[in-house]
């Protein structure tokens, strides 16, 4: 049983929002969202706009997102958030989902209509509810919300609070709330309305929570809908839970309602939500002010109320993980309510005494405290024979409390009925259908189907989960031959040995490895390995391979070898060996060898396998090439031996050795040892093993060298095998050597393609060599030779050699198809060897186009004969050649010739002037100046003309030019003839120049050149002398600046001599340069007066000569900039002087600066009436006020505000008010008006009458502070109550008063405030707290009164912490009382009972504490000092305590006669502690009959040893009542023992009969022969009827001489039994004479129907998830072979 006072419901705080910094103002309906006990969100509005997303798994980490919304949900089931705001022009809302893990947007619409409520319905889908009608809108897919249905009437002006829907999604229930009734206002109504998505209909009801579930209604899941209703109905409050199934009308069989029992102090309660556990089948009623009702969803019965909370609840949300619910209050707090499961089930059965419901629930949510309920109901329906019902009972018993051998037991004791199903079989079949098997119904049920030849049931069962492991299951897989079954069952159930023997029977070794390496387990391996070579070899292969590889073997290795070699298993053995050898241990060397051995005798291919994997190393390597040699593994041997010798003689045998293993052998050998092998197969037979050394030669060139293989290969003059060698080799190799002996050997073998490719492509050869040794050979193909001589420029050898062997083909050949590009070599050698003209003519035409006419001309020209080309290059020209090179050769002929070179030079358009120039240089220098110019040859024509001083044509080239990097070359400082240059440009080039472009190319160059002094020069020749150039605009700038930079003093006169340049822009250089003077002439001359001024301010700082400039010119502008000028030297009279001169308003806003700072608001209050003509600007107006509030015009003042303007008075009068000027303020202030500053500009001219009347205008509570304040601190008390009576109506304000009042001693008078204060009709808590705080500390003996008269308009909790602090512990007890703080008002009434106890309050708080131990210590402070009013508490509390502690502190305290009228009103209860008290208080008191009552009322107590008490009693009455104990508690002998002491026979007598024991009544017949109680004897065979047997009884009477008192005995026995004879007599007959003529038939029919309804019944049991089986014999298949699937 449960603790005492354990509460059925658990409450606990999972979080605090605000100790997680959620404001207090956000923890609202409308802020906070809770869909799931899994996220909680909260929408913040200040400081700043944020989400906090709290996850309630870690809370300590919330998180915060700046996202501005009017409303988020999250999913209750993942991290996904639904947003809604309504965007500002829109119509409608925005709905979006954002995925928070992802950071992605899954969904967004900008729905038409505004969202009043919303809710996630499903894990993927949003109930959306507008103030017309409900949608849903998936987040998968893409579809808009559809709509569902329309609002009902009866949900019009109703606050949303609520929407569901059903799992199937056909029912939708939407719930609101709306003001009370006038009758009573404070209750609120709720609605709701209930829609069939089917049938498409609506009912409207009157309710405030909906909830839907599922529950199991005549085998069918149905919806069902609770909901929960409060109700003004004719005046009386109507509280109801319901409960429906949902349905067509007349098709539903659930309809169950209950009443909701509200105390009176909850009046006005309601529910705000409804929660159902589908874990536990309860629903949870939470209402607004923290009530919790819990009720049992199928019977609607009430299980428990409580209170949760303290603070209004306004959220909750299933918690489906505990079977509980989630809930959220005003303070922040979110709490979890759950089943406390060890208290629930004893809470209904001891407190509610619902055996019933109590049961229901441990079945429903397999809780503890029914084991005893179940136990007496299974007995109960055992023993009447219900079996079907008891193995019902058993399967579903909660905890598996009936789940045992001995009901199994118990159900094969039962024979099944025909026709039915054995209880035995409905007690599996139950439990399969719900759960699964324990390890002893598993192996029950295993056997039952086993017989009946169903195994394929067991394996669908196990497959699915409903059988428990366990060793004795397994074996009954294992004898059906299922061994892959049974060794999982053996594995599961941890039977280590059974396992081992399953994994080696299938043969599945490397599992049964692995699992003897994790379980430990030690086999007998020998004994399988024996026995699985002789039935399964490769098995037993396998369990070799697994022993070996075990740590430290259990059997040697040697010996699992030779088990297989003694039965000439060599292919076993192999396989073995190979397995536990592939580590290549060296200390396996012998095993090794042995493994080699039988295999190279036996089978050579096997080893020659094992040989080629590599895997084995420590064998007897000389042994092993025996071996291999005599078994024809040439191969193998070599790779064995390791003498030379043995090498040389088994290398030879070619024949048998495949060649690629030949050669990969080779790379094994020493480069001495492997040439030394060469060398033998060569001169063995070279034709034969030519191809194996050459192939060995290619594989290992760098080791064995190119130069020792060709060596050998040469030695032996096999020139085939150098060529096969090297032109593998060649194309790898970069060695010259290599090349050159490959080209030798190609020749020499006549592979002269060979030759002419290598010639071609190679690039490593020696080319000399190669030429001599072509030339030398003589070879009949030229082609090798001129591709030797073409690729490495050899080509005047090859002409000489071509030309001497008369190979004239081959010349032509080359030149033409070859390389066209060296005919110009081929033509210079045939020169310098006298060949013919007309042949070198002929080969020249014969490339015309092809031929570089560069090159020919240079090795023709290097011989003297150019002209020998004139015809073809006229050739070329006449074929439209424009080729540079043709013309240049042709221009050089001509110019050689002086051929009318002047001609060709100009006219010759494709000529190189560069080329053709520095020909003609050093013929004649102009004509290649001529040259040079034609192609712009800048460099070469200018270095021409300085080395032949022709500086008057370069200066003449270089102006026409009007190049300017050409300019900038000549003009450098490193160009040596600069001067010369200079002085032909001044004197001729320029003057001469008609192109203003070339003139301005060459000033710019000047400029460039900073040759400032060349350029003056320059410039006043061609400006100052009437030039054509004379009144050029830029020239006479280029002039006048330059002289500023570089000759200054010139500048005054160009300025009166020249009249054409820009006088703004050169003025502007001028000053740049320090000439304020030539500036100021500049500006003048060209009537640039304000500029001019601006010179004199700025950089001569003359104000004098500016102020007389600015007289002379008297110019506004000019004005203006001597004002700004005065103004910048802080001169503020002379600058507004000068301002109103100029009429200048632009720079109002510094005037005004700078008048402020120098407290001219005389002169500015002038400058401002004449800007206010021209600006309207509020600045200005408002400088103007404040010019007047300065100079204390006060009457202009007032006059200037009365008429119309822009001013800013209230900026004006704050800064008067600042600066102190409070008269100027008060007319500023009362023409705005501005009552709030106006009140403070009177305190500080202490009209307080006026300052209150002012603050009444300005109703702000900083005003009325202010003045309040001021007040105060005056004496103005009356005054200052008028204030803070507006003051304190703000309950923010109202500490800060008090505060001001207290530090100043004001006490009286901050209490009197006070009490006007909570007559005002806007007064709240904080003044009633506040004035009950003075109370407490300045005026106690008040306070009392104050808190009856107001204490649901008081802040409890602080008014217990002053009263604490105090020591107020009256004050504090009903404080405690008003807040339902029960259990501190108790303890305050114990710890302080002489000033805080009441009897009356005591009782009525003792019945509303909620912790029992609480309760306890009032009991005690009773017991210790109101032991007269003990019963009178305890009755009150009778309900509330557990009575058997409330027996155990009295007992403790001897007091248990004080406590009697409370022990028997509660002796109702049947507790063994309280019935044990009684008695023993009626025991005491030897009331026998009070007693006997008791014990035949009240059965819970020791009955045996309040039996063993009474017995000894010295009352015969307790004596009987002992032995009446005995009897029922089948104590018989002791009873009857008792009763013949007390010769109480009648008693004895009636205890044997009822004993039903034989041996009991004969006794007691007995004792009364003994005794000579006759009438007794007779009597008892009376009473004793059925038990006595006759012939006993006859004995007794007979021997004692009693037959007269047996007569009446013996007559009724012989009637009783004549008429049983009788009666068998008759139906023997009866049955005969029906049966005999069909006895045999019938006997055959009934064992038939036995058969086949035994065979049913263990089909009845629940199909599992597959038909197992197929029709045929069953049982395991034979020994050996593998069973059939």
């Known amino acids: 049983m449960a603790a005492a006072g354990i509460p059925p419901i658990q409450l606990t705080e999972v979080l605090n929002l605000q100790s997680l910094g959620v404001q207090q103002s956000s923890i609202t309906f409308t802020n906070v969202t809770c869909e799931s006990a899994k996220y909680i969100c909260v929408r913040e509005t200040t400081p700043q706009n944020q989400l906090v997303i709290i996850d309630t798994a870690a809370p300590s980490a919330p998180e915060k997102r700046p996202i501005k919304a009017d409303s988020a949900i999250m999913n209750p089931n993942s991290k996904i958030m639904a947003l809604k705001a309504a965007v500002p022009g829109v119509t409608g809302d925005n709905l979006q989902i954002f995925n928070l893990d992802t950071k992605a947007k899954l969904k967004s619409v900008q729905f038409a209509e505004s969202v009043v409520f919303w809710k996630w319905i499903t894990g993927t889908k949003l109930g959306l509810v507008t103030a017309t009608a409900v949608y849903h809108w998936d987040m998968e897919g893409t579809s808009d919300p559809v709509k569902v249905f329309d609002r009902a009437a009866n949900l019009e002006q109703t606050q949303i609070i609520s929407y569901r829907v059903d799992p199937t999604e056909k029912w939708c229930v939407l719930v609101g709330i709306a003001p009370g009734a006038p009758e009573r206002p404070q209750l609120v109504k709720g609605f709701m309305q209930l829609y069939s998505v089917e049938q498409a209909r609506s009912q409207a009801l009157e309710a405030h929570a909906a909830a839907f579930t599922t529950l199991q209604l005549g085998g069918k899941a149905a919806p069902v809908i609770s909901f929960a209703q409060k109700t003004l109905a004719a005046g009386a409050v109507v509280s109801k839970l319901h409960v429906i199934e949902l349905g067509q009308p007349g098709q539903t069989s659930l309809k169950k309602s209950a009443e909701l029992f509200f105390p009176p102090e909850f009046a006005d309660d309601f529910p705000v939500s409804m929660q159902i556990s589908d874990k536990y089948g309860l629903v949870y009623v939470i209402t607004k002010l923290g009530l919790l009702f819990v009720y049992d969803l199928e019977t609607a019965t009430a299980v428990y109320r409580t209170r949760v909370s303290s603070d209004p609840i306004f959220l909750a949300a299933p918690a489906p993980a505990s079977g509980g619910f989630t809930a959220i209050n005003r303070r922040g707090q979110v709490l979890l309510g759950s089943v406390t499961a060890d208290a629930l089930v004893p809470f209904v059965s001891q407190q509610l005494q619902n055996l019933d419901l109590a049961m229901a629930l441990a079945k429903r949510g397999n809780l503890p405290g029914a084991e005893g309920l179940v136990v007496q109901q299974f007995q109960r329906l055992y023993g009447a024979g219900q079996y079907k019902e008891a193995a019902e009972l058993a399967a579903e018993s909660p905890q598996g409390v009936l789940r045992t051998a001995e009901t199994i037991e118990s159900f094969k004791r039962v024979p099944a009925a025909p026709g039915q199903t054995s209880p035995l079989l409905i007690y599996f079949g139950t439990i399969l259908t719900k759960s699964s098997l324990n390890p002893l119904e598993s192996v029950e049920l295993g056997r039952l189907v086993i017989q009946q030849n169903k195994k394929q049931l067991l394996d669908n069962w196990w497959k699915e989960g409903k059988l428990a492991a366990s060793e004795e299951l397994g074996d009954l897989f294992k004898a059906a031959a299922d061994w892959d079954t049974a060794q999982a069952i053996y594995q599961q159930a941890g039977a280590s040995g059974k396992v081992v023997e399953a994994l080696a029977a299938k043969g599945d070794f490397d599992q049964l490895a692995q699992y003897t390496r994790s379980s430990g387990a030690s086999p007998d391996y020998l004994f399988l390995l024996q026995r699985l070579c002789m039935d399964n070899p490769d098995a037993a292969v396998n369990l070799a391979k697994m022993v070996a590889k075990q740590p430290g073997p259990p059997l040697d290795l040697n010996t699992m070898a030779d088990l297989f070699l003694q039965r000439n298993m060599v292919r076993e053995a192999t396989a073995f060996l190979l397995d536990v050898l592939q580590d290549n241990d060296p200390k396996n060397a012998v095993l090794q060898t042995k493994l080699l051995e039988i295999n190279l005798v036996t089978n050579p291919q096997v080893a020659d396998a094992i040989l080629a994997n590599g895997t084995l190393t420590h064998y007897d390597r000389p042994r092993v090439a025996q071996l291999c040699e005599k078994a024809g593994l040439y191969m193998r041997a070599l790779q064995h031996y390791t003498d030379l010798s043995d090498i040389k003689r088994v290398i030879v045998n070619t024949h048998a050795i495949d060649p690629q293993a030949l050669v990969e052998y080779f790379g094994t050998l020493s480069a001495e040892w492997a040439l030394e092998c060469l060398k033998v197969l060569l001169e063995t037979n070279m034709q034969q093993n030519l191809q194996i050394v050459v192939n060995v030669a290619k594989e290992y060139t760098e080791q064995l060298t190119a130069e020792k293989i060709i060596e050998l290969l040469e030695s032996h003059k096999s020139y085939h095998g150098l060529y096969f060698y090297l032109g593998a080799h060649i194309a790898f190799s970069e060695n010259p050597e290599v090349h050159y002996k490959y080209i030798e050997a190609a020749a020499k073998t006549g592979q002269l393609k060979e030759v002419e490719r290598v010639t071609r492509e190679s690039n490593f050869y020696p080319a000399e060599r190669v030429k001599t040794f072509l030339m030398e050979a003589n070879l009949p193909d030229a082609r090798p030779l001129i591709n030797v001589c073409d690729r490495f420029d050899m080509v005047p050898d090859l002409t000489i050699y071509l030309f001497q062997k008369n190979m004239f083909r081959y010349i032509e050949g080359y030149v033409q198809k070859v390389n066209p590009q060296k005919a110009p070599q081929v033509v210079g050698a045939l020169l310098d060897a006298e ?764 021997t004692n001489g009693l037959m007269d008192a047996i007569m009446p005995f013996l007559i009724q026995t012989l009637k009783d039994y004549t008429g049983k004879v009788d009666t068998l007599m008759h139906e023997r007959r009866e049955a005969q004479e029906a049966k005999k003529s069909e006895e045999e038939q019938a006997k055959e029919q009934e064992q038939a129907a036995n058969a086949y309804l035994h065979l049913n019944s263990y089909l009845a049991l629940p199909a599992p998830g597959q038909d197992g089986g197929q029709p045929g014999y069953g049982g395991a298949p034979a020994y050996g072979m593998p069973p059939q699937f």
């Open 835 to 1598: 060949a013919e003209d007309g042949f070198i003519n002929n080969l020249i035409l014969s490339v015309r186009s092809l031929i570089p006419v560069e090159a020919l001309v240079e090795e023709v020209e290097k011989r003297n004969k150019l002209k020998m080309l004139n015809p073809f290059l006229e050739q070329l020209v006449s074929e439209g050649s424009k080729d540079p090179q043709v013309h240049n050769a042709l221009g050089k002929i001509i110019i050689d010739t002086n051929n009318n070179p002047e001609h060709f030079l100009t006219t010759n358009p494709y000529y190189d002037s560069l080329v053709v120039g520095k020909f003609a240089e050093k013929r004649d220098p102009s004509l290649a100046c001529v040259a040079y110019k034609r192609g712009q040859c800048d460099e070469a024509l200018v270095e021409c003309t300085n080395k032949n001083a022709m500086f008057k044509l370069q200066a003449r080239y270089i102006v026409e030019r009007s190049d300017a990097d050409l300019w900038l070359s000549v003009l450098g400082d490193d160009n040596k003839f600069r001067r010369q240059l200079v002085d032909q440009v001044v004197s001729t080039a320029l003057p001469e120049c008609k192109n203003p472009e070339s003139v301005s190319v060459a000033v710019k160059a000047f400029m460039q050149a900073d040759l400032q002094a060349e350029l003056i020069e320059l410039l006043e020749k061609i400006v100052l002398n009437n030039s054509s150039f004379s009144n050029n605009h830029n020239l006479q700038n280029l002039l006048i600046i330059t002289a500023i930079k570089a000759d200054k003093s010139r500048v005054k006169d160009y300025i009166h001599r020249l009249d054409n340049f820009d006088g703004p822009a050169v003025g502007e250089i001028a000053v740049g340069y320090e000439l304020f003077e030539e500036a100021f002439e500049i500006y003048k001359k060209f009537g640039l007066r304000q500029q001019a001024i601006k010179v004199v301010l700025d950089h001569m700082e003359d104000l004098n000569r500016a102020h007389e400039f600015a007289t002379k010119v008297d110019e506004p502008a000019v004005w203006s900039e001597l004002a700004n000028s005065y103004l910048d030297h802080a001169q503020v009279s002379d600058a507004i002087a000068a301002y109103l001169r100029a009429a200048d308003t632009s720079k109002y806003n510094e005037v005004i600066a700078k008048a402020n700072e120098a407290g001219q608001h005389d002169d500015l209050a002038k400058y401002l009436l004449m800007v206010r003509k021209k600006v309207k600007d509020p600045k200005v107006d408002t400088e103007l006020v404040y010019a007047y509030a300065k100079n204390k015009d006060l009457g202009p003042l007032e006059e200037f505000i009365t008429s119309s303007h822009l001013a800013n008075l209230q900026a004006v009068g704050d800064r008067c008010f600042e600066e102190g000027l409070y008269d100027a303020a008060r007319i500023i202030y009362t023409r705005i008006p501005n009552y709030g500053r106006l009140a403070s500009t009177l305190v500080r001219l202490h009209q307080f009458q006026a300052a209150v009347d002012a603050a009444r205008k300005a109703n702000s509570p900083r005003t009325w502070k202010e003045v309040a304040y001021a007040c105060v601190e005056e004496g103005e008390f009356k005054l200052a109550q008028l204030c803070g009576l507006n003051i304190i109506i703000n309950a923010d304000d109202l500490m800060e008063v008090s505060d001001f009042y207290q530090t100043r001693g004001h006490y009286e008078e901050l209490i009197t405030l006070l009490e006007s204060g909570i007559g005002l009709e806007r007064a709240h808590m904080g003044i009633f707290t506040e004035l009950g705080v003075l109370y407490a500390k300045y005026r106690p003996e008040r306070l009392m009164e104050h808190l009856k008269l107001f204490s649901t308009r008081l802040n409890v909790p602080q008014l217990i912490r002053v009263c604490e602090e105090l020591e107020l512990w009256k004050e504090l007890t009903f404080l405690y009382v008003a807040y339902d703080e029960y259990d501190n008002a108790l303890g305050v009434m114990i710890t302080h009972s002489p000033l805080a106890w009441e009897h009356v309050q005591f009782k009525d708080v003792a019945v509303k504490v909620k912790a029992a131990d609480t309760l306890y210590k009032g009991i005690s402070f009773y017991l210790e000092e109101h032991p007269d009013l003990l019963n009178d508490l305890l009755k009150v509390v009778e309900a509330r305590v557990d009575h058997s502690r409330v027996v155990d502190i009295m007992r403790r305290a001897g007091q248990l006669p004080l406590v009697k009228d409370y022990l028997l009103s509660v002796q109702k209860n049947n507790l063994s502690a309280v019935n044990e008290a009684v008695n023993e208080l009626l025991i005491e008191e030897e009331d026998y009959q009070a007693l006997r009552d008791s014990i035949t009322t009240y059965d819970n107590f020791d009955q045996l040893t309040l039996a063993a008490k009474l017995e000894k009693h010295e009352l015969m009455e307790f004596r009987r009542i002992a032995s009446f104990i005995y009897k029922r508690n089948l104590k018989w002998r002791k009873a009857v023992a008792l009763a013949k002491t007390d010769k109480l026979y009648k008693d004895a007598m009636e205890t044997a009969a009822q004993s039903s024991d034989r041996e009991i009544a004969e006794d007691l017949l007995r004792y009364f022969v003994e005794e000579g109680q006759r009438e007794c004897f007779a009597a008892c065979l009376y009473t004793c009827y059925d038990l006595i047997k006759p012939d006993v009884a006859l004995e007794v009477a007979w």
